[in-house]
């Protein structure tokens, strides 16, 4: 297993080193991480919906077994059963915890899923300022390309836009 992780971890620093010194690329990888951050957190969203819909239909099966079972306890009781109105409202207690217990779980549901309703927000705001700043960088490269006089074919415009580029993506590292 050494050389295995030996060799990923090989990997993965030239990654690094590759996407460093190809700050465009880097920022392609870092919105394609944050677009998959969002379908993810959108993705947990939708099954937070679904478990509290699911939740509420229990909450409103128990709430309908205990009204029947209520009305049995009256009926029990106007037919001088006691044996049997003590079970009912045995019964109902039973039901009653068992509501309690459905509207706990779903309070707890409804906070997770406004927890992952602002992380959905803070990440479709990151992943904006990542597109903006993307279309910004676009529209200065093609402006620059149009405008370069051709005396200066040497890359030093270029690596100080890759290194502006970086001050901004750590900027915007930093923010997350």
Known sequence: MGVWEDFSQFL?????????????????????????????AQQQLQKLQADINRIQ?????????????????DQAKAGNRDDLAQAAKA???????????????????????????????????????????MAAQQKEESTYSKARPSRFDDDLEKRFQDWELEQELDRLKRRT
Do not use: C, Y
């Open 57 to 73: 239909e229990e909450i409103v099966g128990v709430a309908r077994d205990m009204q029947k079972w209520q009305g049995r306890i």
């Open 91 to 133: 019964r109902t207690d039973e039901l009653l915890r068992r509501g309690n217990e459905l509207w706990g779980q779903m309070s707890v549901l409804k906070e997770q899923q406004q927890q992952q309703a602002g992380l959905l927000a803070r990440i479709a705001e990151k992943r904006h300022e990542l597109e903006t700043h």
């Open 12 to 40: 993965e620093s030239r990654l690094e080193e590759f996407l460093d010194s190809n700050p465009r690329l880097k920022l392609l990888v870092l919105l394609e991480n944050v677009r998959q951050q969002e379908e993810e």
